[in-house]
């Protein structure tokens, strides 16, 4: 008993450390300027909600954050799809090359994404498809997808045998096994997952600014603004406010589905 | 009402016909005409995200009064990438932007694409407007709009590296003021002074000075200003390196002595944290974009100072005068925009004198017309200001005071970049720092075809 | 754990289509494309590569002093990045995982560090290691020790890039921990238990054996994610001082677009490709190699 307090404690601890910087970003973003930099550092100076306020409007922050929402749920369901189907193959299926092909999607993550971006921006004019979300979304889904498979080939390999055996005994497809015993069954892995997508589509510089110009612009980019706002310089308290924003969304989505974050659904399904 | 309509039918009709037999590909000879309200015509911009919204919600407004059939979408891309974005964006087959704003380094780059129109050209002469004024132009900054003789681009928004000083700081320390004849041997003999413990605790809590220090391409700025105060160049009209003697390991060794003067940490410093030891009282002294004075001197939820405490002039003299380092936003038009007449239009409404006269008083920009800089400041704090700008800019041109101009610019300044953070750091000496810089530019310019 | 024998190799073809299409279509013409500039001269007035020069821009880059050190400097902070995430993330897992109410919540805080933009991690982190107004130079001087430069010593530097990076990643390698730990089958543990064995033993021969698969995945997936970081040490050091946190990702994105050398970045994005899969597939190798002995 004592162990699991102590346990429990040492969860609490380890979790302040890690949001120590994030509290201060926050203190940060109700600080008016002068109050930031100061000797020696306080946490709190005169209250304000200027910073969160003053960007709002000027780095359209509102209509960028639904585009950042558009094309991280896009790229992330595109990607949870291809990529656990092709993790179930190559994990649960006989097939000759497994490795190969495996290795392959997992080498293509290995492309630096500078040597990706120019070409992508080359193609999407000559199509016209610059600025347009689709863009986005397929040149998020090339970084997304290896890492899906890789990631949900782990998870499902955990998986007892007798699962598919048993759905396709009653007559599913390979198909039907995987949407409807194999996905449920994995579903922690795959939450897990998909949130690793989001954050990574969510947070993505480099080919939003490129491939976009207007329209599809998402956040990171208007943060990148921001901090490169080489004007009137003193933007440290509207960049913490944004961040602040920008991190809130996802911290309401990992609550809404943190559920699935400690269920594991194995066990009910081995002993079921 | 239904009048103008009617006017407004006949003039698209009239449009219409005009535009007949010319082709997808080029330009109709009326340029794309200025619109009209029935067909308004639309141009869009790429600027720096720093100010593109505020050009957005307030310039067009105001430019629409004038001219209410041009439409204007002003994008911003953030600095750090905006040269290479611009490349991609300008270099196409078809133009998505029909302006360009760029930062005083990048016009040759730009230019040398052959995207530009040249401003003064035949081409655009038939949507000239004839009232306005090239001559009024300080000849510093709109040198920085130019390259190999002809005028790419004209500033938009200027600035200068300038000196800024705490004059309580300087009281305190029993220190004189500086003036634009204060040399550098002056200045270090100030600042042992200048480090000083103001509230008798017995800590040091304020320093001498605070500016770019960090691996960053606007550090070398600083001693490359020394040097050029003192007679010297980095390249030489043979695009030879030119930095390479004694005199370049001076300039730079005088930045890193500063560091010895500069608060703890400052080796890191970048744009923020000197504007925020400054604005904190920390400095007595700061090496900075002159644009940041109303953030730094008047605006009280950014700063603890007043307009009072605050001076600025010309950085430190060397033997050939007194220092300021140019960077001016200059703004150019697409060669493949289908609406130059309206991007020429708005360029010239943008850059005119009532133009320059409505940014600075809203947004505090810093203007580049002689009748502007001479006229009534936009308020009392400028008028020091507009003082100093235009000393500055004096010595800039006289100096040659900006980085180097040519289409390699950024690949040069990237490399001293890094020998002079290694020369901060102490990972190098001076000499060093400024050999290993003098060789890897001589390499580079080599293979970009220039006689070494 | 034996692979499971089931169904047509047909059908697996069918379930990697999807990914295979969009993977292929996607970066087929972008890897092309960049052989090809890193095989010519770049004409940056047409934005498109000129002229063939073979090996010239590989010959260059290979002399380059700043890309060698880029690749040393990434492999120390691989060295030292790598293991201390992963080792911190399962530990941190393991700690996350005992039952209690607010477990989830704690697990769904965990994620922050990830979110949180780079330029703005990277920022409130230089704040908090300023030596003038930083946190935690004000803290070290409260026992006197410091003020430490953090960011401008060329050694502490990379020890600060690395300790940003941890805490930004470690999260990552915790999410997929916690969700293999939880996957775990329940009858194991009351096997080994009706065993008689300990905590450890079970640790050690149960647990972690049955963790191999998802380990071997989130070292793999952190891997490719470190290999290719450059956006924080943009943010907190600029690759600086001098070189000391130049990582090679960071020196190709300054060479690219920064300085507008596109076929040395070109030549230098594809000797980092190649070496990548070579490390990836060597990883690849030793991590089913550890599959199929448990």
Redesign the interface.
């Known amino acids: 008993m004592v162990r ?1 307090y102590a ?2 404690a ?3 601890l ?2 302040l450390a ?2 120590f ?2 509290l ?2 926050v203190s ?1 973003s109700f600080k ?3 109050d ?6 306080r946490w709190l100076g005169e209250f ?1 909600l ?1 910073n969160y306020v003053s960007y709002f ?4 922050i509102l209509p960028r954050i639904v585009n950042t929402i558009i094309i991280a749920v896009g790229a992330s369901a ?1 990607s949870m ?3 656990s ?2 993790g ?9 090359g ?2 190969v ?3 392959l ?12 971006v ?6 999407a ?1 000559k199509l016209g498809l ?1 600025d347009q979300y689709i863009t986005v979304i ?2 998020y ?2 970084f997304l ?3 899906v ?3 949900m ?3 499902f ?5 007798e699962l ?2 048993a759905a ?1 005994i009653d007559g599913c497809s ?1 198909f039907g096994a ?1 949407f409807r015993v194999i996905v449920p069954t ?1 579903i ?2 795959l ?3 998909l ?2 997508c989001i ?1 990574l589509a ?2 993505e ?2 080919f939003a ?2 491939l976009t ?2 329209r599809a612009v998402t ?18 308290g509207p ?2 406010a ?2 602040v924003l ?2 809130l969304p ?2 309401v989505f ?2 809404l589905v ?2 699935y ?4 659904l ?2 009910g399904a ?2 079921g | 009402m239904k009048s103008t309509r009617l006017v407004a039918a006949v003039a698209v009709l009239g449009l219409a016909v005009a535009a007949c037999g010319s082709s997808a590909e080029e330009v109709p000879a009326d340029g794309g005409g200025l619109g009209t309200a029935q067909q308004p015509v639309s141009i869009r911009v790429i600027a ?4 593109a ?2 050009w957005q919600d307030k310039l067009v407004p105001e430019f629409n009064k004038k001219y209410p059939n041009i439409k204007v ?1 002003i ?7 905006q040269l ?2 611009t490349m ?1 964006e300008l270099t ?1 087959t078809t133009a ?1 932007y029909d302006a360009v704003l760029a930062d005083d380094p990048w016009i040759p780059q730009l230019a040398k694409t052959g995207a530009l129109y040249d401003l003064k050209g035949q081409e655009l002469a038939k949507w000239n407007d004839p009232e306005y004024d090239w001559a009024d132009f300080h000849a510093t900054p709109l040198a920085a709009g130019e390259w190999e003789g002809k005028q790419y681009a004209v500033p938009v928004r200027s600035n200068l590296l300038l000196m800024f000083y705490n004059k309580s700081l300087y009281k305190k320390a029993g220190v004189a003021e500086p003036t634009d004849e204060t040399t550098w041997e002056q200045y270090f003999a100030d600042a042992q002074k200048l480090v000083q413990d103001t509230d008798g605790d017995g800590k040091t ?1 304020s320093w001498a000075v605070g500016t770019y220090f960090t691996k960053d391409p606007l550090t070398p700025t600083v001693w490359q200003t020394v040097l050029n105060s003192d007679g010297g160049k980095l390249l030489d009209d043979k695009m030879q390196v030119a930095f390479a003697g004694e005199a370049g390991v001076k300039a730079l060794q005088t930045q890193v002595d500063l560091l010895k003067y500069a608060p703890p940490g400052a080796s890191t410093y970048q ?2 944290e000197p ?3 400054f ?2 009282g ?1 400095t007595a002294t700061m090496f900075m ?1 002159g ?2 004075f ?3 001197a008047v605006d009280k ?4 100072l007043t307009p009072e405490e605050v001076g600025i002039t010309t950085m430190p003299a060397g033997t050939a005068g007194p220092g300021a380092h140019r960077g001016i936003w200059s703004a150019g038009i697409s060669k493949k925009s289908e609406h130059p007449a309206a991007a020429w239009t708005w360029l010239q409404w943008v850059t005119s004198k009532q133009g320059e006269q409505f940014v600075g008083k809203e947004f505090g920009t810093f203007p580049a017309r002689n009748s502007t800089l001479d006229g009534t400041p936009p308020a009392d704090w400028a008028g020091p200001v507009y003082q100093a700008l235009k000393d500055g800019y004096e010595v800039a041109s006289k100096g040659q005071m900006w980085r180097p101009r040519l289409p390699e610019s950024d690949a040069v300044q990237q490399i001293l970049a890094l020998q002079t953070s290694r020369a901060m750091s102490g990972q190098a000496t001076s000499q060093q720092a400024i050999d290993q810089a003098a060789k890897e530019i001589t390499e580079l310019l080599k293979t970009k075809g220039y006689g070494q | ?9 047909g ?3 069918l ?2 289509t ?3 299409v ?2 292929a279509g ?2 087929l ?3 092309f ?2 052989l090809w500039v890193s095989m010519s001269d770049f004409d940056l007035a047409t ?1 498109q590569p000129t002229g063939w020069v073979g090996w010239r821009n590989y010959e260059a880059v290979l002399n380059d002093p700043g890309f060698l050190e880029s690749l040393r400097v990434t492999a120390v902070y691989l060295v030292i990045a790598l293991p201390l995430q992963m080792v911190l993330g399962f530990a ?1 897992a393991f ?2 995982n ?1 039952p ?1 109410r ?20 990277g ?3 230089r ?2 290691l300023d030596p ?4 935690v130079n ?1 803290t070290l001087g409260l026992v006197g020790i410091g003020p430490v430069e953090w960011i401008g010593d060329p050694v502490l530097a990379m020890a600060s890039v690395i300790i940003i990076d941890t ?1 930004r990643w ?3 390698v915790v ?2 921990a ?3 730990i ?6 194991v543990y009351e096997a080994a238990k009706s065993d008689g064995a300990g905590r450890w033993a079970t640790l050690r021969h149960v647990t972690l054996p ?1 963790l191999v ?2 380990m ?3 070292f ?2 952190r891997w ?1 994610g470190a ?2 970081m450059f ?1 924080i040490a943009l ?1 907190a050091t600029k690759g600086g001082p001098g070189n000391a946190t130049n990582v090679v ?1 960071l020196y ?2 300054e060479k ?2 920064r300085s507008l050398e ?1 076929g040395s ?2 030549s ?3 000797i ?2 190649v070496v ?2 070579l490390i ?2 060597v990883l ?1 190798r030793v991590s ?1 190699r550890l ?1 199929n002995r448990w």
Do not use: C
């Open positions: 699991r346990a429990i040492g969860a609490i380890v979790t890690f949001l910087p994030v201060y970003m940060i008016l300027p002068k930031i930099f100061t000797v020696p550092p304000t200027d409007h000027q780095a359209r595109i799809i291809a990529g189907m092709a179930y193959a190559l994990s649960r299926m006989r097939m000759r497994a490795g092909v495996g290795g999607i997992l080498a293509s993550r290995a492309v630096p994404p500078i040597a990706l120019v070409p992508l921006f080359l193609v004019r610059t397929l040149a889904v090339t997808v290896p890492y498979v890789w990631l080939r782990a998870f390999r955990g998986l007892p045998k598919e055996e396709m390979r995987f994995s922690t892995g939450v897990s997952t949130i690793f954050i969510w947070e510089l480099l600014l490129i110009n207007d956040i990171p980019v208007a943060i990148a603004g921001i901090a490169a706002d080489t004007e009137k310089g003193g933007m440290w960049l913490a944004v961040g920008t991190v996802v911290v990992a609550l943190q559920k974050l400690i269920k594991g194995a066990d081995t002993k | 720096n995200d720093a100010f919204k505020q979408t994008d911003g891309i953030p600095y750090n990438d290479a974005k991609l196409g998505t809590d744009f923020n504007l925020e030891a604005r904190q920390k974009w644009s940041v109303k953030g730094t939820e950014t700063t603890t | 754990m034996r692979r499971v024998r089931l169904g047509e190799p059908t697996a073809w379930f990697l999807p990914a295979l969009l993977l996607m970066l013409y972008p890897i494309y960049t934005f941190i700690l996350l005992v209690w607010g477990r989830g919540v704690l697990r769904a805080l965990f994620l922050i560090p990830m979110v949180v933009a780079p330029v703005v991690a920022g409130v982190w704040m908090l003038l107004w930083g946190v004000y805490w470690t999260p990552f999410l997929i916690s969700a293999g939880m996957a775990l089958p329940g009858d049955l698969p998802v071997a995945a989130a793999v997936v490719l290999v290719k956006d943010a990702n190709i994105y690219g677009f596109f970045a070109s230098m994005a594809t980092v490709l990548t899969m990836t597939f690849f089913r599959e």
